[in-house]
Structure formats: C-alpha cells, structure tokens
C-alpha cells in the first residue's frame, strides 16, 4: 500500500529565497551573531548536532514569508548538509524549533519587543534574546525564555542557558579590532569562550614563552660547559 506523506509535496529549502532581502541598516546587527557562530565552532568542534544561522529565513508555512531573525540557535540537526550549505532552514525539513533567536536592535525598530517576539514564541522557540546597544537606563541585554507559551525575562549577565549548556551574555571587548560591548558564549562558571582573534594571540604567545623557555635552556647549557671542563681538567 502506497504511504502518502502530506511533506514531499512542500517546497525544498532550495527553492525557497534564503532572506527577505531586507538589507541591516546596522553592521552589528550581522557581527554580533557573526562572532556568535564564530565562538561556538570553537567551543563545540566536534559537536555535528548543532546549526547557528546568521540573517537567515525561518520558513514555517508554505503559504507565508520566512522569519529572519539577525541569528538562530537549533540542536540536534546536521551542522551540514553538503557543500553548498543551507539556503534557509525549513521546518518541514529540519524538523526541529531553534532552540534560540537573536535580535539586534538597531535606531530603527523593526518590531523585536512585539510582533517578532510574538511570532517566535509562538513557533515554540525556548530563548528569545534581544540586544540593544541605543539603551542607556534599562538593560541592553534580554534573555526571556519561554513558559506556558509566555516570555519571561530572566535576570543576569551572563544568563546560564541549561538546555543549550551555555551561558550568554556582554561585556567589552575587541572583535575584528573593534573596541566596544560584544556578546558572548560563556561556560557554567561564567567565564567567557574566546574569540577567534584571541584564541589565535594565545597561542602565539604560548610559542613564544616556549621558544623563550629553550633559548634559555640552551644558554644556560652553554654557559655550563666551561665549568665543566675545567672541572674534568682538575
């Protein structure tokens, strides 16, 4: 008997557009959740089950526009599909709800504290994280979570994520030589993942304090063997 499934007659992510093409009328509305994405492939670089987009369409139904949040978390899926990547993130295929949205406000608003919160959690995503940089008496960072299909904003910075193993939060930095307010992924201790750029550093000094360590080491070799000597000439 023939099993009809009601999904293979959807369309494939391929054929979908991958935005709304609506350009940021901010830069870090695509670096914050750039450096994001770039942290959690160090923090997780042998973890396949993970997939972080970056001003990405969310399609939910075949008959409306995608949700492009400015960044995306979804567990347990493929991190890739093959080379070419993923055009979009399609429900019907992916078969699983981000776990975590990501807006970055910008001057102008563009809905991230009403019809964008609601339609994320109406789609069932667990963490809805807002960022302001324009705020100067309230909290530039928002972590709500979602309970009984209801947002509720959790306090703290760095906000521990349990069912993701993170911890999110802001504190300044330098990224792509930038200095200012940047998020980041943090442990459960609440110290923060590096950044590519200090990963990097890091390393470079570590081989420098070694290359140091066997120039000494060979001086003080050197310096040792006259003594020697005179001591086998007695």
């Not at 001003?55 to 939910?60: A, H, K, N, T, V």
């Not at 030589?177 to 980041?184: A, Q």
């Given at each position: 008997?023939?099993?009809?499934?009601?999904?293979a007659c959807l369309p494939s992510s391929e054929e979908l557009p991958d935005s709304?093409?609506?350009?940021?009328?901010?830069?870090l509305q695509d670096?914050?959740?750039?450096l994001l994405k770039a942290i959690l492939a160090m923090a997780w670089p042998e973890r396949m089950d993970w997939y972080f987009g970056v001003d990405m369409g969310i399609y939910y139904d075949p008959d409306l526009p995608a949700i492009v949040?400015?960044?995306?978390?979804?567990l347990g899926v493929e991190r890739f599909y093959d080379e070419n990547l993923r055009p979009s993130y399609v429900l019907w295929e992916e078969r699983r709800v981000p776990v975590l949205a990501l807006e970055v406000v910008?001057?102008?608003y563009r809905g991230e504290y009403s019809t964008k919160k609601a339609e994320y959690g109406?789609?069932?995503?667990?963490?809805?994280?807002?960022y302001n940089p324009f705020r100067r008496r309230k909290s530039r960072l928002e972590v709500y979570k979602l309970v009984n299909n209801a947002y509720e904003l959790h306090d703290g910075n760095p906000v521990w994520l349990p069912e993701i193993g993170l911890g999110i939060g802001i504190e300044r930095?330098?990224?792509l030589g930038i200095p200012r307010e940047w998020m980041y992924w943090y442990n459960?201790?609440?110290q923060r993942f590096l950044t590519p750029e200090e990963k990097e550093k890091l390393a470079e000094q570590k081989a420098q304090q070694a290359e140091q360590k066997a120039q000494q080491a060979k001086q003080e070799t050197q310096q040792a063997k006259p003594g020697l000597a005179r001591l086998k000439a007695y």
């Amino acid at each position: 008997m023939l099993k009809y499934d009601p999904l293979a007659c959807l369309p494939s992510s391929e054929e979908l557009p991958d935005s709304d093409d609506t350009p940021v009328d901010n830069e870090l509305q695509d670096l914050i959740p750039g450096l994001l994405k770039a942290i959690l492939a160090m923090a997780w670089p042998e973890r396949m089950d993970w997939y972080f987009g970056v001003d990405m369409g969310i399609y939910y139904d075949p008959d409306l526009p995608a949700i492009v949040p400015d960044g995306f978390l979804s567990l347990g899926v493929e991190r890739f599909y093959d080379e070419n990547l993923r055009p979009s993130y399609v429900l019907w295929e992916e078969r699983r709800v981000p776990v975590l949205a990501l807006e970055v406000v910008s001057q102008k608003y563009r809905g991230e504290y009403s019809t964008k919160k609601a339609e994320y959690g109406k789609l069932g995503i667990l963490y809805y994280v807002v960022y302001n940089p324009f705020r100067r008496r309230k909290s530039r960072l928002e972590v709500y979570k979602l309970v009984n299909n209801a947002y509720e904003l959790h306090d703290g910075n760095p906000v521990w994520l349990p069912e993701i193993g993170l911890g999110i939060g802001i504190e300044r930095g330098t990224y792509l030589g930038i200095p200012r307010e940047w998020m980041y992924w943090y442990n459960q201790q609440g110290q923060r993942f590096l950044t590519p750029e200090e990963k990097e550093k890091l390393a470079e000094q570590k081989a420098q304090q070694a290359e140091q360590k066997a120039q000494q080491a060979k001086q003080e070799t050197q310096q040792a063997k006259p003594g020697l000597a005179r001591l086998k000439a007695y």
